[in-house]
């Protein structure tokens, strides 16, 4: 799975230090972009009392989730200041974050805790590869072929 990694290339798990994080898909797509009409894997999640749409991003190393969907959370979790920058696949830019919260994160019978980074606009949720994993929506096989 992809790991958190500072600029100087190590293992990171701590907010303190600015991190940089690449994900794939965009929260702020608001038409496909081909790939089969964007049919992309999504799942029905739980968090705060509040159910989500996610979309499944085996590529991404965090969960992030849009402002409007934050907001309508109720009680709205409380946002801690967070120092990574969050990058979109092949994007030099980073995303605005609000910040992030610490949360339980349930599909079916399976919950985990994990941190949910919120983002300025776009629409949803994306569900990182830790998390998918986690909650086992997506399970990874290793397979060697010897000839």
């Not at 402002?67 to 967070?82: G, N, V």
């Not at 399976?110 to 998918?132: D, F, H, P, R, W």
């Amino acid at each position: 799975a992809p790991r958190e990694k500072s600029e100087r290339g190590s293992d990171m798990d701590d907010d303190d230090d600015e991190t940089v994080i690449h994900v794939i898909h965009s929260l702020f797509a608001t038409t496909p972009t081909n790939c089969r009409q964007a049919q992309l894997p999504k799942c029905q999640i739980q968090m705060v009392r509040h159910e989500v749409v996610a979309v499944v991003d085996t590529g991404a190393s965090i969960n992030l989730l849009a402002a409007d969907e934050h907001c309508q959370m109720s009680p709205t979790p409380p946002l801690t200041k967070t120092n990574i920058r969050v990058y979109a696949y092949g994007q030099n830019t980073p995303l605005s974050l609000r910040g992030m919260f610490h949360t339980t994160i349930t599909h079916g019978q399976n919950s985990i805790a994990a941190k949910v980074y919120v983002t300025e606009g776009g629409t949803g949720m994306l569900l990182g590869c830790q998390a998918a994993e986690e909650l086992q929506i997506v399970t990874f096989a290793l397979s060697i072929h010897q000839e």
